[in-house]
Each structure stands twice: as structure tokens, then as C-alpha cells.
């Protein structure tokens, strides 16, 4: 295989995200480039986050979905005086456990998630069956949808939540790299509306059913949508979306915003 024979796949999560994807990748004899579709910055306030811990001390059931929200809400436990500790908490796999470093003790892991049913609703029903009673709070990103607490609340349960992180668009200078890539990884509905608004027309591989759906709605092409967010799910669908290419060969993705009409994200 020629180097010009070689499929160029960007993943559109940082390192440390998807971990190993690039090595699985490269097993299958792609080029690999990160590209990360978004960045993440602290709250602009720490308040609602802090006083939603106070809220849990002692009584209530933390959630968190991502290593990076752990992140933060260990932090902030960290610095309070005194420390708030959560009577229970979920945490979704074991990276977004391991984040919270022992700042609320042990947690509770729902599992492996159905890929093709959203990730949010199964977490609050699992939580329902293990009879979370409340009141819970949810430390989510800016964007994060409402399934979850919406699930729980139909449930009865009291639910509360605080932004531990704020989640932004690349800079047009990183996106940049994105000129040439055959295919790109996307792993949120976020990192979809990147895509989308600046034009950037690249056969994609969703990591899941949420993600897919997002990027189909802005017009942007999915080959495929991994079964198991996880390398071995995304490679697997690399696998089938690299099997299109003879058929539906896709240009190489312009400069960000160049060319064709960019799409607003909504």
C-alpha cells in the first residue's frame, strides 16, 4: 500500500480521549491525525456547582457522566470547607470513576451502555431499578441534554443540576489540520455542530446513535455509527465506512468555512 493509498482518519476528540483508537487504527493501516472539534473551559461561576455538593452532603446521590465533569467536582470537593460528601454516587465507566481520585468514596457504574438507545436515559433507569429515592444532582456539561433528569423526575425523584464545564468550538487555526482527512471520528452531537457550522464536509463515523443523529440533522454525511462507544465499536465502523469509499468517495474536506455554504449550528 502506497502512501496515497492510505485512508487518513482524524479523530475529533483530544488525546487521552477514545484511548488506543489510534494504534487499533493504524493496525488497519490508516494515517491517524487528532483534531480536537472541541475544547473545554472551567464554569464562569463555581457557585451553583459548589452549592449543589452542600445540597447532596450526607443525603443525596451525585451524578456524573464524564471523566472530565469528575474532574471538576472532585476539585471543588477538594477545596470546600468543610468537605461535602455525597451519600451515594454514579459514575458512567470506570476513567470517570478513576477521576474522581476518592473524593466521594466508592461508586456506582451502570455498566456497559446500549450504543443504538441513549446513554442517558439507561443511566436514569438503572438508577430508577437500583432505587434511587433522591435527591439527586446531576454535574453535566453546558450542553448536555435533558433526558437524564427528566427520566428521574418522571420517576418521582427531586433532581438538581450545576455545570461543571464549559464546552466550546476548535479554533479555525486547529481545524485547519482537517484539510485533506479522508474521515473523521466524531464523538458528540457538540463536535458535530463544529463540523456543520464551518462547512466541513468529511464522511464521518459517529461514535454513537445521539451523535449520528445530530450530524444527519445539520446535512452532514455518516458512513457509520460505532455499536459500542469504545476503539473496538469505532474501528469496526471505520472497518465498514472505509468499505463505502469506492462507492461514495467524498471530496477532502475544504478549509474550515471555504466554498460551500456554512451551515448554521443550532
Known amino acids: 500500500m502506497t502512501a496515497s493509498d492510505r485512508t487518513t482518519v482524524a479523530i ?10 489510534d494504534a487499533a487504527l493504524a493496525s488497519l493501516g490508516c494515517a491517524t491525525v ?3 472539534l472541541i475544547r473545554f473551559e472551567r464554569p464562569r461561576s463555581w457557585g451553583p456547582l459548589d452549592r449543589l455538593l452542600r445540597w447532596l452532603d450526607g443525603r443525596g446521590t451525585l451524578v456524573v457522566t464524564s471523566p472530565r465533569g469528575a474532574n471538576a467536582v472532585a476539585g471543588r470537593i477538594r477545596v470546600l470547607d468543610p468537605r461535602p460528601r455525597p ?4 459514575a458512567v465507566g470506570p476513567a470517570t470513576g478513576a477521576a474522581l481520585g476518592g473524593a466521594v468514596g466508592p ?6 451502555l446500549a450504543s443504538d438507545r441513549s446513554h442517558a436515559v439507561q443511566l436514569a433507569r438503572a438508577m430508577l431499578r437500583d432505587g434511587a429515592g433522591g435527591p439527586v444532582g446531576f454535574a453535566r456539561g453546558d450542553r448536555a441534554g435533558a433526558a437524564l433528569p427528566r427520566t428521574l423526575a418522571a420517576g418521582g425523584v427531586e433532581v438538581r443540576t450545576a455545570v461543571a464545564y464549559r464546552t466550546l468550538a476548535a479554533s479555525r487555526e486547529t481545524l485547519e489540520a482537517l484539510c485533506g ?7 458528540s452531537p457538540s463536535a458535530a455542530r463544529v463540523l456543520a457550522k464551518n462547512a466541513l464536509m468529511l464522511p464521518i463515523v459517529a461514535i454513537g ?3 449520528a443523529r445530530a450530524a444527519r440533522t ?5 458512513r457509520a455509527t460505532a ?9 469496526a465502523a471505520v472497518r465498514a465506512a472505509m468499505a463505502m469509499r469506492g462507492s461514495r468517495r467524498s471530496n477532502p474536506a475544504r478549509r474550515p468555512g471555504s466554498g460551500a455554504r456554512a451551515m448554521a449550528a443550532s
Open 181 to 187: 482527512v479522508d474521515l473523521i471520528v466524531v464523538a
Open 87 to 90: 451519600a451515594t454516587t454514579w
Open 107 to 112: 461508586f456506582r457504574d451502570p455498566g456497559p
Open 34 to 36: 487528532r483534531v480536537p
Open 218 to 222: 445539520r446535512g452532514l454525511d455518516v
Open 227 to 235: 455499536a459500542t462507544a469504545d476503539p473496538s465499536g469505532v474501528v
Open 209 to 211: 446513535p445521539t451523535t
Open 12 to 21: 475529533g476528540s483530544s488525546e487521552g480521549g477514545l484511548e488506543g483508537l
